[in-house]
């Protein structure tokens, strides 16, 4: 019996050992499987999240790779908790602002988030017109700036006035203080945004010639909107006057600790220094430093005096040009020094308001700061009919889909007079615009005179300056 028992107990141990070396042998072909699937996770996970430059060391605990840090799973664990944890084999971390609830506090390195909607102002595309470059055999650039978020390049102006009020006190957020602006409509558009995301609200004073649809917007955007018949500067009731005056009513209440902000747009600093901080440079560095020319109009004269300041001094031979409406006197005062308007101010036909013209946000007859600021530095100037602008509008939409305001369709006129009248068609010349807000804010005036295009494609360069002979 006891010699029975010891081959038993010998045997025992034997399959016991056997076991053990079985098992010994799966842990170690699962090791292989666990890591085959770490990398199939990982390859999933940068088919799921395709970052630049990638760059990761995979002999390291923490894989740094496009700016976020992969930190693998502990590898010490059992080989059963490994298979249950395959399909998640790495957890991300953002090494830069240490997870993701310090991310919301503003975009990390290598992030690309705006702050707010402020955050999204400027840094508009400058597009190639394509029609109008093969047409002239001359580049013709446009600087979109109705890409901005409130539709204009009055974004940049309205930012930068509230910013300075802010950093001087005259503004409080939050506080009950009230931003007073006189605007044909784009500056009020830009400013309601503004005021609403800082804290104020918005009273905007406008002409009630001007197109309805923008008055409509200021009111969804939460203003107030007064409109008051055209009139002189002269005159105390003139839209911009009037704003200026509501201003001082609210500041000088007082049962109300409320202030009231004239942002005065037309004489405000803020307004061109904005561009020749932003816009001339953005200018310049996405013509990599190469252009012969900028065309635009003037309401304000921001626009032009910032850029034309900030690109002269990189540029000194750069040909700076006004593109002025109908109505207008500034292309007088460009030219002989002399504000003055033909169409109003002929013997026997001068008049107190400015002539009629379906022309929206440019155009002037007085000087302000802000077109002073800049307007020893423009060469010349160059006058556009309504006749002209309707048909450069039309020309944009059955050529390149671009459906653009007035001005802006005034600002490409002049853009191929000017490459017409200094004869540099088919050259490698290149002139750089503005286009300054959508057709969509001109649909009940502007438009209404265009009417649909249909399937057409029958309006020419050449018709669109004959429309200027005509005239």
């Not at 053990?20 to 996970?45: C, E, M, T, Y």
């Not at 990390?108 to 508009?124: F, L, M, Q, R, W």
């Not at 635009?296 to 626009?303: E, F, I, P």
């Amino acid at each position: 019996m006891q010699q029975w028992l010891l081959p038993q107990r010998a045997l025992a141990h034997l399959a016991a050992a056997f076991a053990v070396g079985i098992l010994i042998g799966f842990s170690f072909a699962f090791i292989p499987l666990s890591q085959a699937n770490d990398a199939a996770a990982r390859k999933r996970l940068q088919r799921r999240i395709p970052l630049e430059d990638e760059d990761y060391d995979d002999d390291e605990d923490d894989i740094a790779y496009g700016g976020i840090e992969l930190k693998r799973s502990d590898t010490n664990m059992s080989t059963a908790s490994r298979l249950s944890r395959v399909f998640v084999p790495i957890s991300l971390r953002n090494f830069v602002t240490g997870g993701a609830g310090a991310a919301r506090g503003g975009a990390a390195a290598g992030e690309d988030i705006k702050d707010g909607i402020e955050g999204c102002i400027g840094n508009t595309p400058l597009l190639r017109i394509r029609s109008l470059s093969e047409a002239l055999g001359c580049e013709v650039l446009a600087k979109a700036e109705f890409l901005n978020p409130g539709g204009s390049p009055k974004d940049r102006v309205a930012l930068s006035i509230i910013t300075k009020a802010e950093q001087e006190g005259k503004l409080r957020p939050f506080s009950g203080d009230k931003v007073f602006e006189g605007t044909v409509g784009s500056t009020g558009v830009s400013l309601a945004h503004i005021c609403r995301a800082r804290g104020y609200l918005a009273h905007i004073c406008m002409p009630s010639d001007q197109s309805a649809e923008k008055a409509s917007l200021l009111l969804k955007l939460g203003a107030e909107v007064e409109r008051v018949t055209p009139a002189s500067i002269v005159d105390k009731r003139q839209f911009v006057n009037l704003a200026k005056s509501r201003a001082h009513e609210l500041t000088a209440d007082s049962s109300s600790d409320a202030r009231g902000f004239f942002a005065d747009q037309f004489e405000n600093e803020s307004n061109w220094k904005a561009h020749f901080e932003t816009t001339g440079p953005e200018i310049l560095r996405q013509c990599g430093g190469r252009l012969d020319a900028f065309v635009a109009g003037a309401g304000t004269g921001g626009t032009i005096s910032g850029v034309v300041r900030f690109l002269k001094r990189q540029l000194p031979d750069l040909t700076a040009v006004l593109a002025d409406p109908q109505g207008s006197g500034l292309l007088n005062k460009v030219k002989y020094g002399v504000m003055f308007n033909e169409e109003t101010e002929r013997e026997g036909t001068r008049r107190r308001a400015q002539v009629d013209t379906i022309v929206e946000g440019v155009g002037i007859n007085r000087v302000t700061a802000n077109f002073e600021a800049g307007r020893a530095l423009i060469d010349d100037a160059i006058r556009v009919n309504d006749e002209e602008a309707c048909l450069m509008a039309r020309y944009l939409v059955e050529q390149d889909g671009l459906f653009v305001g007035s001005s802006s369709a005034v600002n490409c006129v002049a853009t191929i007079k000017l490459i017409k009248e200094r004869g540099w068609e088919h050259s490698n010349k290149r002139v750089v615009t503005i286009l300054c807000d959508s057709g969509s804010r001109h649909l009940s005036k502007f438009w209404a005179k265009i009417g649909d295009i249909g399937g057409e494609w029958d309006t020419t360069i050449e018709g669109i300056l004959q429309a200027g002979v005509r005239k």
